[in-house]
């Protein structure tokens, strides 16, 4: 267990430990787009997850899940590099949508690997407590990110950018370490469209699942759709960048600290986690109705909620699948996170044009809300606790 632990928490350190991320979204601002433009750009990421995320959630199942995650980081370096040749809104759209193809190889098949990695050693029960882990690492991945290219920020976008090539490369080595676990099927005889057809019936029928499907792919479209913008907060509220870097090292810590705490509320009913998000929504609402500089300690706060959220309803998700299409139905969660966050990225960027940052902010805390009182209301109506 403990190879696995390592290994998958490096992969997710190395993924997101991308010097570019804290300022992509003001690159694109100061390379001249508007903000339906930077909605389109980054929409486009989304609608390549849309398209291939049930695929690649089948290939998981069936092919070698390392390979495949490797495969991925290589993908998005590549990405990468097209924004140094071509620093402009075609360049920036074909390097989100390549970051879109690594996005949608990697949800649901690193959620399989994990857990079926503890099942095969009879501890899926401390799912929640690894993935806790494996998220503090994405977490600490995004702060140490930030913390270095804060004092290079002023020197130019080439250097992040290259560096950002060097960590999908080192997230390549730690996707090829993760223990090679076996096919959840073999492929000696199967099909395509039978076992996605398959996945699609489970994940609409299996006891419990399409209620914690839809809950999670609503909340985590929402939040991946704000979180691109989190840079653009800062610059609207007056920080410098050196000062957004460190805001977004702040929220990468605050998902760290979250994340690893997070198992220790698994016990709760399900009513406390809609709650909770209702709580972090309320958080996003008074830092965009504020919209001051010390306003960005609510987005902590809003970070911190969420990911005690995520964890455990993720968690309460893959104990209800089946190791054969988990990959698939994790997926098809995917599908439909990538089908919400291309409508909430694109209505973000044209709420921001018409009208401001500032508004696009509160919608998306109201959004937050919906989804939490929402699905709180359904599950409550239906006997869930």
């Known amino acids: 267990m403990r190879r696995l632990v390592l290994s998958a928490s490096a992969l997710r350190f190395f993924d997101t430990f991308l010097l570019i991320v804290p300022f992509y979204t003001v690159m694109f601002a100061e390379k001249g787009l508007t903000p339906p433009q930077i909605g389109v750009v980054l929409a486009s990421w ?3 997850g849309l398209v291939l995320e049930a695929p690649c959630g089948v290939l998981a199942d069936r092919t070698s899940r390392r390979g495949l995650l490797a495969a991925a980081q290589l993908v998005r370096a590549l990405g990468f590099l ?11 759209l074909v390097g989100l949508m390549l970051w879109g193809f690594k996005s949608a190889t990697f949800n649901g098949c690193f959620e399989a690997v994990v857990y079926d990695e503890l099942k095969a050693m009879g501890r899926e029960v401390e799912y929640a407590r690894v993935m806790g882990r494996t998220q503090a690492g994405r977490a600490a991945g995004m702060l140490g990110a930030s913390l270095i290219a804060a004092p290079v920020a002023d020197h130019g976008y080439t250097l992040l950018i290259l560096a950002s090539c060097a960590a999908s490369g080192l997230a390549v080595a730690a996707a090829m370490s993760l223990p090679r676990a076996e096919r959840a099927v073999s492929t000696a005889r199967w099909s395509y ?50 000062q957004i870097a460190l805001l977004m090292a702040a929220l990468g ?55 005690l959220v995520d964890v455990n309803a993720d968690a309460r998700f893959q104990h209800r699948l089946r190791p054969e299409t988990r990959a698939t139905v994790a997926s098809m969660k995917g599908f439909v996170m ?48």
């Open 338 to 385: 990538q089908a919400g966050t291309s409508l909430f990225m694109l209505a973000f960027g044209v709420l921001a044009g018409a009208a401001s940052y500032q508004a696009a902010f509160l919608a998306a805390g109201g959004m937050m809300i919906l989804v939490g009182a929402g699905f709180g209301g359904v599950a409550w109506a239906r006997g869930e606790r």
């Open 82 to 92: 097209v924004w140094l040749a071509f620093p402009g809104f075609w360049g920036f």
């Open 253 to 307: 810590a605050a998902g760290a600290v979250s994340a690893i705490l997070a198992h220790r509320i698994r016990h709760l009913p399900g009513a406390a986690l809609y709650l909770i998000l209702i709580a972090a929504g309320a958080c996003l609402i008074l830092a965009a109705a504020s919209f001051r500089p010390w306003s960005v300690s609510l987005l902590l706060a809003f970070v911190g909620l969420y990911w």
């Open 46 to 48: 989304s609608v390549v």
């Open 193 to 242: 469209v039978g076992h996605l057809r398959q996945g699609a019936v489970e994940a609409a029928s299996l006891p419990g699942v399409p209620h914690r499907l839809l809950f999670l792919a609503a909340a985590q479209a929402v939040v991946l759709a704000t979180a691109d913008y989190w840079s653009l907060f800062g610059r609207e509220v007056g920080l410098s960048k050196p």
